[in-house]
């Protein structure tokens, strides 16, 4: 392990150079916090375990063969390459050393004068993470691939499958959770079906896929308004989704879930059932208190406990100073942090005091499917201001072409939909795994296939015991 010195910084320690900012993540609030100080007096240094950011609002998109993975990402390098004072370093952060404001990497230690902890967070299994690799999430480019090969796949194993049942279980996809991930993956997948493939297969019909959502609270959406949630449930079941509400999930396998006691044949099941803290954020130590998702509860000022200089933002933090909750997980609530505490860095620098944060709420928004989404906007100024159907749709595409990264992601996205909406055509749908994955999805010979009125002979499951009730991640598009 050494200290990171390199030929224009060897005196890191003398007086008289600027102070060193280190920012972990290059999610939308460590980027946003990154690109604020671009012309402050400060050195930056961007950590990502990985090299690109990613818009994540629209991974269900490559995920569901919209678009291909580099109209979301652009690489961390390119995003901030004008920036003089800004350094990127592809490493996985370990454990931060508050006492000696270091940060340990797997080769290198980091020392800072200040630190954004912009870490995000990861699906949460209720503790059953043995669930995870038959239920994949969906936080990442290397999710949205998996995920999209499972379902190709499962059309492919349905158009040569000799026995019924095991076609239909091929064409049953499951989606665990009814927050905006799992409602618009949904939506997408049963678009596929219904538009996208009508003629690609020739013995099984692919409008006849069925899509389950699986909601352990009273409603999908749980974070709309009431009458949003309805519209939202509503134009679901008019493109034939399936949507369950109080809905508990006890296990799941390879073949299926079971859910209130029914077993539930499915080769293809989607986890968008709940967010976990990232595990940095535990070797804070006693200083910094987690809440019970792992996320850090941070004073006013986006700051932790004692530490003036180390600021959490985005999903890694709990933030309830306004309105006694925690602020959802919103890329906008992200982005408003990352600027504020790059504002909050530049007061301390110059001698100051940080100032407080305060959530703008532009309003929030979901897609369920061709021309269908609901919009709920600047709530905190028109009180019933909401959209529903095809003027929501058409705001949603707005708002997520004019945030996404680089000129050249907004015109191919923007070419890729209108090229999907008239002619109904998806272009990314290539399996790239060896097709020995397909034998995979079939139900080994000992076992018959389970139903849910001789459940004797369902295989056994990962775990038979939830640790509560499948509830909505927070609402992941927003104005």
């Not at 818009?55 to 063969?65: E, G, R, S």
């Not at 379902?151 to 499958?161: D, Q, S, T």
């Not at 130590?285 to 933002?313: E, M, Q, Y």
Request: charged share 20%.
């Amino acid at each position: 392990m050494e200290t990171l010195t390199r030929p224009n910084d060897l005196a890191a320690d003398l007086p008289g150079l600027p102070p060193r900012v280190v920012i972990i993540g290059g999610g939308f609030a460590g980027l946003e916090a990154a690109k604020a100080l671009g012309d402050a007096p400060v050195r930056v240094t961007l950590l990502d375990r990985r090299n690109h950011h990613t818009f994540q609002p629209l991974l269900y998109q490559v995920a569901t063969c919209a678009l291909a993975p580099a109209q979301i990402a652009a690489p961390l390098r390119s995003v901030v390459r004008e920036q003089s004072n800004t350094e990127v370093f592809l490493a996985e952060a370990r454990q931060i050393d508050l006492k000696n404001q270091s940060i340990l990497t797997d080769d290198i230690v980091f020392d800072y004068d200040y630190l954004i902890l912009a870490v995000g967070a990861r699906h949460s299994y209720f503790g059953h993470d043995e669930w995870e690799k038959f239920a994949p999430g969906l936080k990442a480019v290397e999710d949205a691939l998996e995920i999209r090969q499972r379902m190709l796949a499962a059309f492919e194993l349905a158009e040569k499958a000799t026995d019924e049942a095991e076609r239909r279980a091929a064409l049953t996809f499951v989606i665990v959770g009814g927050g905006p991930t799992g409602v618009e993956m949904a939506g997408a997948i049963k678009e596929i079906g219904t538009y996208s493939m009508t003629e690609d297969f020739r013995h099984f019909d692919p409008a006849k896929a069925r899509v389950i959502i699986l909601e352990g609270s009273p409603r999908v959406l749980g974070a709309f308004a009431e009458d949003l949630s309805e519209s939202a449930r509503r134009q679901l079941e008019e493109i034939g989704v399936e949507v369950r509400t109080g809905t508990r999930v006890t296990g799941v396998d390879e073949f299926g879930v079971i859910a209130n006691g029914e077993r539930i044949e499915s080769r293809t099941v989607i986890w968008a059932a709940g967010n976990a803290a990232s595990p940095l954020l535990r070797t804070l130590g006693s200083d910094a208190p987690l809440d019970k998702a792992g996320r850090a509860i941070v004073n006013p000022d986006l700051s932790i406990p004692g530490h003036p200089n180390v600021f959490v933002l985005g999903d890694a933090a709990n933030f309830s100073h306004q309105g006694g909750t925690p602020l959802p997980g919103l890329s906008p609530v992200a982005m408003q942090q990352g600027r504020c505490a790059a504002a909050n860095i530049r007061h301390l620098v110059a001698g100051g005091q940080a100032t407080p944060f305060h959530y703008f709420d532009k309003g929030s928004m979901a897609t369920i499917g061709r021309a269908r989404a609901i919009a709920e906007v600047f709530p905190t100024i028109f009180k019933r201001l909401h959209l529903s159907g095809f003027m929501a749709w058409m705001a949603w595409l707005f708002v997520h072409v004019l945030y996404l990264v680089g000129f050249r992601n907004k015109l191919g996205v923007l070419a890729e939909w209108a090229w999907a909406y008239l002619l109904n055509y998806r272009g990314s749908r290539l399996i790239t795994r060896d097709i020995g994955m397909l034998r995979n999805f079939s139900p080994p010979s000992p076992y018959a296939l389970p139903t849910a009125s001789n459940p004797k002979t369902s295989p056994p499951m990962a775990s038979t015991a939830a640790s509560g009730p499948v509830g909505p991640p927070a609402a992941s598009s927003a104005l």
